[in-house]
Each structure stands twice: as structure tokens, then as C-alpha cells.
T-cell receptor, first 119, second 114 residues
């Protein structure tokens, strides 16, 4: 039973198109994230949501729009895709900030990633 | 200058060797230090977590933090081929807030030769 699941795993698309990636977690966490990992493996935070509310919004182009319909889901929509958007996008969740013993480390639980290739 | 610097490798060592992986950082406010392991085509998984300075041991893995030098290390004893992965250091200023940003290093690719 997958804890953090992302779909699709692979996306190949043309420049200028719009695409979405979906993420769901069944861990009961309040906080979810989107991270971008480039070809050099550098993992950079893009957004975080806590209980459907946007908490962290890094300097990401506004072509990227996250949406959290409920605390178990965080989707990422990307408009007008560019070559530089090619990367692996990871969704993650964390018990950080929750008043439970699980919150002690603020550990991030990652999905398997969605590999986006823009041609 | 990036907040967290990590040698990308690749690092290749024979099975059974002791491996040392390191990161330096510039933000003296970091207090929580982590090591994540990422296998090929998978998401990162938390391996070790330490708060403030000192050592922490977990089986064959030892995490070391030297806040005065802004330097953290991960040691792997008796390395196994199954340890072959990319190791990412990570750190944050606060540990318990949902506004806490975890900043990652660029990862070191490690290969253990049988």
C-alpha cells in the first residue's frame, strides 16, 4: 500500500503545452510538498501546503500552480512548458508540526517521482 | 554560493571499506541535520537525523555534526553493494514548524564494488 503516490511517473511533452501531476498520501500527514530534482540530482523545494493552506512558495515561475483540494492531495499544474522545466518532480509529505510522536523528526516521505521531459 | 555544498562524486569503493560522505553549509542557523538515501529511479528516504552538534550511530551508519566548522559527515562501516545509491545531506533551521524549509545538498553518488 503506497504511502505517497504520484501520477504519472513519466511525462513527455512539447514546449508550450500544459501538464498536471497528481499526488496523494495516505499517511495522515498535514503537510505536503513539491520538490524539483534537476539532472545533477539537486533537490529544490518549490511549494509546501499545510492542511490545504499554502505555506512555502519559493521563487518559482507563476506558470507553476499547485492546488490542494484536501490535506491528502497536492497537485501541480504547469502552463506553457519550457525546456528548462525538464526534471523529476517529487511530491512529499511530513508529520512536521503535528502534535504526535511522529512529528519529532519532521521526516519527509517522498513519492517515486514524476519524470518530465519537455521536447 | 549555495547554502549547502556537497561533492557530487561519483565515489567508488570496494565492498567492506569505510565510506565518508561530507557536506558543508553556510547558514549558522541550521540546527537539524539529516541524511537521505536515494536509489536509482526512486524517491529519497530518510537514513539518519541529528539535532545540533555531536555524533549519532545507527548500525553501520554514523552521522557527525560539527556546527563550529559548519560541516557534517556520514560514515558507513563495512560497506555493502546494497549501499550503492545517491546520498543527500539535508538541513533545516526549525524542526517542528510546517513552515520549516528542508534544504538539500546536491547528493553524492556512491558505488560499492563487490
Amino acid at each position: 500500500d503506497t504511502a505517497v503516490s504520484q501520477t504519472p511517473k513519466y511525462l513527455v511533452t512539447q514546449m508550450g503545452n500544459d501538464k498536471s501531476i497528481k499526488c496523494e498520501q495516505n499517511l495522515g500527514h498535514d503537510t505536503m510538498y513539491w520538490y524539483k530534482q534537476d539532472s545533477k540530482k539537486f533537490l529544490k523545494i518549490m511549494f509546501s501546503y499545510n492542511n490545504k493552506e499554502l505555506i512555502i512558495n519559493e521563487t518559482v515561475p507563476n506558470r507553476f500552480s499547485p492546488k490542494s483540494p484536501d490535506k491528502a492531495h497536492l497537485n501541480l499544474h504547469i502552463n506553457s512548458l519550457e525546456l528548462g522545466d525538464s526534471a523529476v518532480y517529487f511530491c512529499a509529505s511530513s508529520p512536521i508540526g503535528q502534535p504526535t510522536s511522529l512529528a519529532n523528526t519532521g521526516e519527509l516521505f517522498f513519492g517515486e517521482g514524476s519524470r518530465l521531459t519537455v521536447l | 554560493q549555495k547554502e549547502v555544498e556537497q561533492d557530487p562524486g561519483p565515489l567508488s569503493v570496494p565492498e567492506g571499506a569505510i565510506v565518508s560522505l561530507n557536506c558543508t553549509y553556510s547558514n549558522s542557523a541550521f540546527q537539524y541535520f539529516m541524511w537521505y538515501r536515494q536509489y536509482s529511479r526512486k524517491g529519497p528516504e530518510l537514513l539518519m537525523y541529528t539535532y545540533s552538534s555531536g555524533n549519532k550511530e545507527d548500525g553501520r551508519f554514523t552521522a557527525q555534526v560539527d556546527k563550529s566548522s559548519k560541516y557534517i559527515s556520514l560514515f558507513i562501516r563495512d560497506s555493502q553493494p546494497s549501499d550503492s545509491a545517491t546520498y543527500l545531506c539535508a538541513m533545516s533551521v526549525t524542526g517542528y514548524s510546517s513552515a520549516s524549509k528542508i534544504i538539500f545538498g546536491s547528493g553524492t553518488r556512491l558505488s560499492i564494488r563487490p
